[in-house]
């Protein structure tokens, strides 16, 4: 069974940092597509960021040069570094894995960046 658990969340100031963790278990990241999504209540999830298992990375506009995905294999952890954090970036923030034709979320975890 796959399972997918996000941590790291929280309260920040404009300006601040979080690093979000994704650590799965009962799949391997490695061998996976992973990417970080975010959704305000009453939005659409939007994707933040992206990880291939060749490690190409790619970015929403709006995070570009903020924030960094990046994977810890050994750990089958996918992490999420979120500098300069504004308050347009409040958002449950969450982890999908796409293996073949499944995909699998986490739960989600809250960010909230106050101004």
């Known amino acids: 069974q796959v399972q997918l658990v996000e941590s790291g969340g929280g309260l920040v100031q404009t300006g601040g940092s979080l690093r979000l963790s994704c650590a799965a278990s009962?799949?391997?990241?490695?061998?996976?597509?992973i990417a970080w999504y975010r959704q305000v209540p009453g939005k659409q999830r939007e994707l933040v960021a992206f990880?291939?298992?060749?490690?190409?990375?790619n970015y929403a506009d709006s995070v570009k040069g903020r924030f960094t995905i990046s994977r810890d294999n050994a750990k089958n952890t996918v992490y999420l570094q979120m500098n300069s954090l504004k308050p347009e970036d409040t958002a449950d923030y969450y982890c999908?894995?796409?293996?073949?034709?499944?995909?699998?979320w986490g739960q989600g975890t809250q960010v909230t960046v106050s101004s």
């Open positions: 009962g799949i391997m990241l490695s061998s996976n597509a």
């Open positions: 990880i291939t298992t060749f490690g190409t990375t």
């Open positions: 999908k894995v796409v293996s073949g034709f499944s995909s699998y």
